[in-house]
């Protein structure tokens, strides 16, 4: 009895993980639409800025970047450099496998303000990201055009 719920805890303990990230991504991506509908203000050096969500292939994290500061121009990419307005951690062992379209190692989500227009880079209607647990696809994330965030 003892072996098998143990077995269970390690299973259920993954799930949460999975869970927890999957709902982190979707934080990010509803956190930078906020931004830009609230009609934050980006200390922008070449109008629009847009807020974006940079999310890259085995990464365990996802950035929030304010395109177009610090002296970079608005191009719809993160720029190294660029402000970083905030950091999301994915829970550990837990991976960003697919990035559609494109299948690229890296996309970038942006929000333009005051609507928000959104767009995606590479090019697309949506996008769908993938999760990954112990090389087993999991569960996938898409927002669309229109700004909906689902969670499959």
Same mark, same amino acid.
């Not at 982190?24 to 847009?50: F, H, I, M, W, Y």
């Not at 500061?69 to 496998?97: H, K, P, Q, R, V």
């Given at each position: 009895?003892?072996?098998?719920?143990?077995?269970?805890?390690?299973?259920?303990?993954?799930?949460?993980?999975?869970?927890?990230?999957?709902?982190?991504?979707?934080?990010?991506?509803?956190?930078?639409?906020?931004?830009?509908?609230?009609?934050?203000?980006?200390?922008?050096?070449?109008?629009?800025?847009?807020?974006?969500?940079?999310?890259?292939?085995?990464?365990?994290?996802?950035?929030?970047? &304010?395109?177009?500061?610090?002296? @970079?121009?608005? *191009? !719809?990419?993160?720029?190294?450099?660029?402000? =970083?307005?905030?950091?999301? %951690?994915?829970?550990?062992?837990?991976?960003?496998?697919?990035?559609?379209?494109?299948?690229?190692?890296?996309?970038?989500?942006?929000?333009?303000?005051?609507?928000?227009?959104?767009?995606?880079?590479?090019?697309? &209607?949506?996008?769908?990201?993938? @999760?990954?647990? *112990? !090389?087993?696809?999991?569960?996938?994330?898409? =927002?669309?055009?229109?700004? %909906?965030?689902?969670?499959?």
């Amino acid at each position: 009895l003892s072996a098998i719920m143990l077995a269970n805890y390690g299973q259920g303990r993954i799930v949460i993980k999975e869970q927890q990230s999957i709902q982190t991504l979707a934080q990010a991506l509803r956190s930078a639409q906020n931004k830009a509908l609230g009609g934050e203000v980006l200390n922008c050096t070449d109008p629009p800025c847009k807020y974006g969500v940079y999310i890259q292939d085995e990464s365990p994290t996802v950035l929030i970047f &304010g395109d177009g500061t610090n002296g @970079f121009t608005s *191009n !719809n990419a993160y720029d190294i450099g660029e402000e =970083i307005i905030e950091t999301y %951690s994915m829970e550990e062992g837990i991976l960003i496998t697919r990035i559609n379209p494109g299948g690229g190692p890296q996309m970038q989500i942006l929000f333009e303000p005051p609507d928000p227009t959104i767009s995606f880079n590479p090019c697309g &209607g949506c996008a769908a990201i993938s @999760f990954e647990i *112990n !090389n087993n696809l999991q569960r996938i994330v898409t =927002i669309r055009s229109g700004g %909906s965030v689902d969670i499959n």
